[in-house]
């Protein structure tokens, strides 16, 4: 596995050409644009800059003073990232991070140029043109070796595989226990998709240490991908994962078992769900009332938490949870801070995606776990920014629709499904 160094926290001042900076993708808060130019400076590396909904930009305000909250922001996010969440789950997973500075004319003729590429439901956020400083990463779809071989192509499949466990929260009332049966994304489902566009996709096989199921799970993300999987082949996106054929040859059956020996060596997901559990151990709503607590006694502020708080909240997790085993956080006797900034930690973990990128499909069918060598291959997580702590009665709220809108279409306890651990 090829590893990056990280903290390289130079700011950049270099010339920007919007036509060298092909659109990859976006969620929710970011794009993402690969250079395709010859500055080698950045080629083989991604620009990933803010959005925001298009009326947002009608509060104008960029000066020195903007600036200097912008620096903090990013180096805030940055260190959260290798100090907080690589520190959980493993600092080799975290991608450096560099910055440039973009103009509004640069970022204005991006907005154009993508326009015709971004995906319709996007449509009403696009590229933040405020924003002064730009977030360069490597670029995960491209070449594993500096020189590619000819004809060499590298598949890169990026996973966002949500929630993988289901709650041991004692503090779930009865109206909601199918929290304990059913998992979140499966409920999701019927709050999201229509019943022609609803996935089989259950996370907790593809969290699971089982071969057969993480394969099962793949293949069911790519009859349905939703946003939970991309492939790219040589920078380009697929739109499908059955798609994936090279000369010809259809290749998904092969890389479903490739992806499948990456995960469980790596040991990522496994890794992924106990953290996620474990730092969510009370459920939404067993930590709702102790936010309420801890905001009326003035523990915690109206402002979000600092980097600070977040290291602290790490290592508080790993005190308690090395006093009492893998207890619950009940059983952990943790304050009411600790329990807000654990679940929050938690809902980052349930929210990034996991990018693979490998160059040879193995030729010979490998369908188990220890059947063939890996091929070389570079894993990252992206997506790690801090979840924010104004959002606590989204999640309280979102969650409880969730639940309703399952229950509601599934009455019958003999019908509702039964997700495995
Ligand atoms: O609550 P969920 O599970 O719908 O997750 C949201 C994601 O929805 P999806 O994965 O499609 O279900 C949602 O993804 P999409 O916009 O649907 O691609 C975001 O990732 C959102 O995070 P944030 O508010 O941008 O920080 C995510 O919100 P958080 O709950 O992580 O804050
Ligand atoms: N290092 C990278 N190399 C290649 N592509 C990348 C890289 N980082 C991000 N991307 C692409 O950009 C997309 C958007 O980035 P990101 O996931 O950070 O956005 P987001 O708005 O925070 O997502 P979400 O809505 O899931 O919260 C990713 O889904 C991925 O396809």
Same mark, same amino acid.
């Given at each position: 596995?090829?590893?990056?160094?990280?903290?390289?926290?130079?700011?950049?001042?270099?010339?920007?050409?919007?036509?060298?900076?092909?659109?990859?993708?976006?969620?929710?808060?970011?794009?993402?644009?690969?250079?395709?130019?010859?500055?080698?400076?950045?080629?083989?590396?991604?620009?990933?800059?803010?959005?925001?909904?298009?009326?947002?930009?009608?509060?104008?305000?960029?000066?020195?003073?903007?600036?200097?909250?912008?620096?903090?922001?990013?180096?805030?996010?940055?260190?959260?990232?290798?100090?907080?969440?690589?520190?959980?789950?493993?600092?080799?997973?975290?991608?450096?991070?560099?910055?440039?500075?973009?103009?509004?004319?640069?970022?204005?003729?991006?907005?154009?140029?993508?326009?015709?590429?971004?995906?319709?439901?996007?449509?009403?956020?696009?590229?933040?043109?405020?924003?002064?400083?730009?977030?360069?990463?490597?670029?995960?779809?491209?070449?594993?070796?500096?020189?590619?071989?000819?004809?060499?192509?590298?598949?890169?499949?990026?996973?966002?595989?949500?929630?993988?466990?289901?709650?041991?929260?004692?503090?779930?009332?009865?109206?909601?226990?199918?929290?304990?049966?059913?998992?979140?994304?499966?409920?999701?489902?019927?709050?999201?998709?229509?019943?022609?566009?609803?996935?089989?996709?259950?996370?907790?096989?593809?969290?699971?240490?089982?071969?057969?199921?993480?394969?099962?799970?793949?293949?069911?993300?790519?009859?349905?991908?939703?946003?939970?999987?991309? $492939? #790219?082949?040589?920078? %380009?996106?697929?739109?499908?994962?059955?798609? !994936?054929?090279? /000369?010809?040859?259809? =290749?998904? @059956?092969?890389?479903?078992?490739?992806?499948?020996?990456?995960?469980?060596?790596?040991?990522?997901?496994?890794?992924?769900?106990?953290?996620?559990?474990?730092?969510?151990?009370?459920?939404?709503?067993? $930590? #709702?009332?102790?936010? %309420?607590?801890?905001?009326?006694?003035?523990? !915690?502020?109206? /402002?979000?938490?600092? =980097?600070? @708080?977040?290291?602290?909240?790490?290592?508080?997790?790993?005190?308690?949870?090395?006093?009492?085993?893998?207890?619950?956080?009940?059983?952990?006797?943790?304050?009411?801070?600790?329990?807000?900034?654990?679940?929050?930690?938690?809902?980052?973990?349930?929210?990034?995606?996991?990018?693979?990128?490998? /160059?040879?499909?193995?030729?010979?069918?490998?369908?188990?776990?220890?059947?063939?060598?890996?091929?070389?291959?570079?894993?990252?997580?992206?997506?790690?920014?801090?979840?924010?702590?104004?959002?606590?009665?989204?999640?309280?709220?979102?969650?409880?629709?969730?639940?309703?809108?399952?229950?509601?279409?599934?009455?019958?306890?003999?019908?509702?499904?039964?997700?495995?651990?």
């Amino acid at each position: 596995m090829d590893s990056y160094t990280n903290r390289d926290e130079e700011l950049e001042h270099t010339h920007l050409d919007p036509h060298e900076w092909r659109y990859i993708c976006e969620g929710n808060a970011k794009v993402a644009f690969a250079y395709t130019g010859s500055d080698l400076q950045f080629a083989g590396w991604v620009l990933r800059l803010n959005k925001c909904f298009l009326d947002d930009e009608n509060e104008v305000s960029s000066n020195q003073d903007t600036l200097l909250k912008e620096i903090e922001y990013l180096q805030k996010n940055n260190t959260f990232e290798i100090d907080v969440i690589g520190s959980l789950i493993g600092v080799q997973y975290i991608l450096p991070q560099r910055s440039t500075y973009v103009t509004h004319i640069f970022l204005s003729q991006l907005n154009e140029l993508a326009a015709s590429t971004r995906p319709s439901h996007r449509a009403n956020t696009h590229i933040d043109t405020r924003q002064q400083i730009g977030v360069l990463v490597p670029n995960m779809l491209t070449s594993l070796a500096p020189t590619p071989a000819p004809g060499v192509h590298t598949i890169t499949v990026e996973l966002k595989p949500k929630w993988g466990f289901l709650t041991k929260s004692t503090l779930i009332s009865d109206k909601n226990s199918i929290k304990r049966r059913v998992c979140r994304y499966c409920m999701h489902q019927y709050t999201k998709h229509d019943a022609d566009n609803r996935s089989t996709f259950c996370p907790l096989d593809l969290f699971s240490d089982d071969y057969k199921r993480v394969v099962y799970a793949l293949d069911c993300l790519a009859l349905s991908p939703q946003n939970n999987i991309r $492939v #790219f082949v040589g920078g %380009q996106i697929l739109s499908a994962p059955l798609q !994936l054929c090279l /000369e010809g040859v259809p =290749l998904w @059956d092969k890389l479903k078992h490739t992806l499948a020996r990456i995960i469980l060596a790596e040991g990522i997901l496994i890794k992924l769900k106990h953290l996620q559990s474990s730092l969510d151990s009370l459920d939404i709503e067993g $930590v #709702f009332p102790r936010y %309420q607590r801890a905001v009326k006694s003035g523990t !915690l502020a109206d /402002e979000e938490p600092t =980097l600070n @708080d977040w290291v602290n909240t790490v290592a508080e997790f790993r005190r308690t949870n090395d006093i009492c085993g893998h207890a619950n956080g009940s059983e952990r006797r943790i304050n009411d801070k600790q329990a807000v900034l654990e679940f929050l930690l938690s809902t980052v973990l349930k929210d990034i995606s996991i990018m693979i990128a490998v /160059e040879q499909i193995p030729s010979q069918s490998a369908s188990s776990r220890t059947a063939a060598e890996l091929p070389k291959y570079r894993i990252a997580i992206v997506d790690t920014e801090p979840k924010k702590l104004s959002k606590m009665s989204v999640y309280l709220e979102r969650y409880q629709r969730i639940v309703s809108n399952y229950l509601e279409s599934h009455p019958d306890p003999d019908k509702q499904k039964h997700c495995q651990e």
